[in-house]
């Protein structure tokens, strides 16, 4: 089984609708990260959290909202999805351990019509 | 704040061919370096860290990269690469032990295009 598991794997919805992308961690990391992918952009940060009562804004939060639901969930909405939201949507997690690396799922791919 | 550029978008080479990916990187304070290899349809995958010490780092599948603060550069190098290192690259950068390393900037990324 995956370490960072993403639900959907692909969605397809229309403007206006509200969509939530889901992540759950096996690693047992503090804390978790949500990104979008545009071809060309690479990836920029959305939200992250460093423990469940602890969550910041990235800087594309427009549109976006998260909760934590437990150390080992994370939720990405968008409450009114619009098309310029599709994208490739990546969760993530670290151990705050020095240099940090971030482990990641395999991604959400996210079609507004 | 950080920032980082990949200068090439897409690379094209022919099989067991050397490559190298570059990378460079602005910051005011000390720096933790990264590269991530994302693979059709994966996730980022880590294939090296710089945090600190010898300039010259290892990773999996054959890679290393050289850390050349003078130059504020973090390449990508490969002697000879498969059909199977076909996939996009992604160099990023966190602040370092004095920094916010909480936090990746990503590069555009950078395609490698491996061909027989």
């Known amino acids: 089984d995956a370490d960072v598991t993403q639900t959907p794997r692909n969605r397809i919805t229309k403007t206006g609708k509200r969509i939530m992308l889901e992540c759950s961690q096996t690693?047992?990391?503090?804390?978790m990260y949500w990104y979008r992918q545009d071809p060309g952009l690479g990836l920029r940060l959305i939200y992250y959290?460093?423990?469940?009562?602890?969550?910041n804004k990235g800087e594309i939060s427009d549109g976006y909202s998260v909760s934590r639901q437990a150390q080992a969930k994370f939720s990405l909405s968008l409450e009114s999805a619009i098309p310029n939201q599709t994208a490739l949507y990546f969760c993530a997690t670290s151990d705050g351990s020095a240099g940090m690396p971030q482990h990641f799922g395999d991604g959400t791919r996210l079609s507004i019509l | 704040a950080q920032s980082v550029t990949q200068l090439d978008s897409q690379v094209p080479v022919f099989e067991e061919a050397p490559v190298e990916l570059r990378c460079n990187y602005s910051s005011s304070v000390s720096v933790y370096l990264f590269w991530y290899v994302q693979y059709p349809n994966q996730g980022l995958q880590l294939l090296l860290k710089?945090?600190?010490?010898?300039?010259l780092v290892k990773g999996i599948n054959g890679f290393e990269a050289e850390f050349n603060k003078s130059q504020t550069s973090f390449h990508l190098r490969k002697p000879s690469v498969h059909i199977s290192d076909t996939a996009e690259y992604f160099c990023a950068v966190s602040g370092g032990p004095r920094g916010s390393n909480y936090k990746l900037t990503f590069g555009k990324g950078t395609l490698l295009t491996v061909n027989p």
């Open positions: 690693k047992g990391h503090d804390r």
């Open positions: 710089y945090l600190s010490g010898s300039t």
């Open positions: 959290s460093f423990d469940v009562k602890d969550i």
